[in-house]
């Protein structure tokens, strides 16, 4: 899979753009605040229908306009497709496929990608909310379809804690149809946990693999959950070190169901106080460890960086050995900057066979030298293909988009 153009209208910073992209490396390069992480930002955005820099959509359109267009050709084999976007201030989005108006949840059917970027770190070292947004990004392009139950699970999170909240201030008799929203709690939530385990057990060899190319030696990086209903369960409780990636993904719908329904009964009371829905698939986390120790806290910055690159990297390689329409597309935004030499040749090296990939420079100087790049040169908002020799005028003081 790759793309073949991509055209924005009152994106981020431009009023008009025209990116061509070609098979295999190609190297978008400028100083920084130039919109190069806005290109990559549209077209990762047409796989998961969220940025990975900000939380909503808004600041996605250009100051001053109401909506945002983003069109993008898709070639998968010998089939192209044309996506269309239009992201809207204050109503829903529009979207198109082959100028047919489809759902935008349809798009991400239509087109994988995976992207790193610094703000990946938060995987690593932030708090939990970013590592379920990684692992919920991940079930999208894994499972576009899963992207109905999400939707729904969020939906009926809101519901319901609005309804204890209510029962706070007007008593207990407001929760008499809380049972119609706990069925619904179970019933996406068990589908979301069960999608997280298979995933988590499905990266893990990937996981390893990666990291040892990248780095060099194993550190024995791993990966399991820490779930809300298990915690919840004294009997259940499943620690960092006796949770079964395995064993967890194989257990069956209904037990889990039961599971969560007794979750539910042990925290009610508490929940009746705070008026927060306290278990299910929002409250849960992923571990993340190198050497039998948590990375948050323990692994140092090159570590993190490289169990952070090495996860996604994990996760296009999942998604390429399922996918029947090819590789996931590569985007690597601003991060050979922070790679010594070595690691940045390791990293191309675990990409370059990867269909198309889309890098991201400041500096010419910081990605390999020995790729035959498709350059394309970003200036205060215009797309120059640079045809010549590399082209490294760029000022190297000015590294961060």
Known sequence: MRVTHLSLGDFRNYGAAELPLAVGPNLLIGRNGQGKTNLVEAIAYFATLRSHRVTGDAALIRSGHESAV?????????REVLLDLQINQGRANKAQVNRNSVRPRELTRWFSAVAFAPEDLIIVRGEPSGRRRFLDDALLARHPIASGALTDYERVVRQRTSLLKSARARGSAALSTLSVWDDQLVEYGVQIMLARRELVRDLSGPLQDRYRSLVGSDHSPALSMSESVADAIDAAHVSRETFDTHAAASVSRETLATQFRKALSAVQSREFERGVTLVGPHRDDLLLSLNHLPVKGYASHGESWSFALSLKLALAELLRSESTAGDPVIILDDVFAELDASRRASLMAAVSDYEQVIVTAAVEGD???????????ISAGTVTPMTGASDESADTSERAE
């Open 70 to 78: 983003a069109r993008m050709r898709v070639r998968a084999g010998e």
């Open 367 to 377: 990605v390999p030298n020995d790729v035959e790049w498709n350059r394309m040169r």
